[in-house]
């Protein structure tokens, strides 16, 4: 019973202390004055293009800032994974950015580059600034891209290939060649079985390298062995 009317005294003494704290502060302004908007996670995106989107349903009170909608504003950009906005009070919003990450890069028939997120999708055309160790898929349809990019990521996974060793990804009409593996190699994959020619191709490069072979080009589309072409010089 005393603890229990303890709780009762203390909890409206602390929340009083809190708003006397706060009005020291802000006795010359208005309660929960809007003073400033903290963003973290952007570095596709600029602060300005953020503020410019939220800009409208930022309010002088902190208590009258529309969070739904800030948060509404800020996802539908597409460079935008998800976002999660605040109050601190007594004066911020608080906006933390979690961008779509490049992955990759898609070249068009028409040369148009796009680059790809985490899930293969296209989500911007590549902007000013190179972007480093990203494969590039060049593919017609973006329904096939999104699969090569999965078969990429599946293989690294299995640890069949390294990803980071990849430079390149060509698909035509089914047929898959990679280039980049072990300083620029060439390897032809074709329309079926990639999973287990690949692996083919990766086990005659590690021999070829015992012995000291510099090869150029792989061609695994074979039901046994592999046709391979030296490099000269």
């Given at each position: 019973m005393k603890r229990a009317l303890y709780i009762l005294f203390l909890a409206p003494l602390?929340?009083?202390?809190?708003?006397?704290?706060?009005?020291?502060?802000?006795?010359?302004?208005?309660?929960?004055?809007?003073?400033?908007?903290?963003?973290?996670g952007v570095s596709q995106l600029s602060e300005r293009d953020i503020?410019?989107?939220?800009?409208?349903?930022l309010k002088e009170s902190l208590l009258k800032v529309d969070i739904g909608k800030i948060k509404d504003a800020?996802?539908?950009?597409?460079?935008?994974?998800?976002?999660?906005?605040?109050?601190?009070?007594?004066?911020?919003?608080?906006?933390?950015?979690?961008?779509?990450?490049?992955?990759?890069?898609?070249?068009?028939n028409d040369g148009d580059v796009f680059v790809l997120?985490?899930?293969?999708?296209?989500?911007?055309?590549?902007?000013?600034?190179?972007?480093?160790e990203l494969f590039i898929i060049n593919?017609?349809?973006?329904?096939?891209?999104?699969?090569?990019?999965?078969?990429?990521?599946?293989?690294?996974?299995?640890?069949?290939m390294k990803k980071e060793n990849l430079s390149e990804v060509s698909y035509n009409e089914g047929n898959i060649t990679l280039f980049g593996l072990d300083d620029g190699v060439e390897i032809i994959l074709g329309k079926e079985d990639q999973k287990k020619r690949l692996k083919r191709?990766?086990?005659?490069?590690g021999d070829a390298r015992k012995r000291?072979?510099?090869?150029?080009?792989?061609?695994?589309?074979?039901?046994?062995?592999?046709?391979?072409?030296?490099r000269k010089g």
């Open positions: 602390c929340v009083l202390s809190i708003l006397t704290i706060v009005y020291l502060f802000s006795k010359d302004e208005p309660l929960f004055f809007l003073k400033n908007v903290r963003i973290s503020v410019g989107k939220v800009a409208p349903y800020i996802t539908g950009h597409p460079f935008v994974r998800e976002v999660r906005v605040k109050r601190a009070y007594p004066f911020s919003v608080v906006i933390d950015v979690k961008e779509k990450v490049p992955s990759a890069l898609w070249v068009k997120d985490e899930s293969g999708e296209p989500y911007r055309k590549l902007g000013k600034g190179a972007i480093k593919a017609k349809e973006k329904e096939d891209v999104a699969s090569i990019f999965r078969e990429v990521n599946a293989w690294s996974a299995e640890g069949i191709a990766v086990a005659v490069l000291g072979l510099l090869i150029k080009c792989i061609d695994a589309r074979f039901e046994k062995g592999a046709i391979i072409q030296e």
